[in-house]
């Protein structure tokens, strides 16, 4: 089963910093976990509504943790 997290992470600034996420991730403020897609979209939709968010000085991700498994 296929799990999300949702991320709430500081922007950081544009000049000299590697963005590469694997290696200097962007701070983050806030992680929450959900076990359905809907449930990390509502969650992201309350996230996106903080006044942080909306001046575009945090951002909000939603990660797929694990992998559903087919059954054959």
Known sequence: ?????V???D???VEGI???E???P???RQVVGASSREAADRIAGAF??????RAGRQRVKVIAVGRRHSRD
């Open 1 to 5: 089963m296929t799990r999300f997290l």
């Open 7 to 9: 991320v709430l992470t």
């Open 26 to 28: 962007e701070r983050r």
């Open 22 to 24: 694997r290696t200097t």
């Open 18 to 20: 590697d963005r590469n």
């Open 48 to 53: 996106m509504a903080l006044g942080m968010v």
């Open 11 to 13: 922007v950081r600034p």
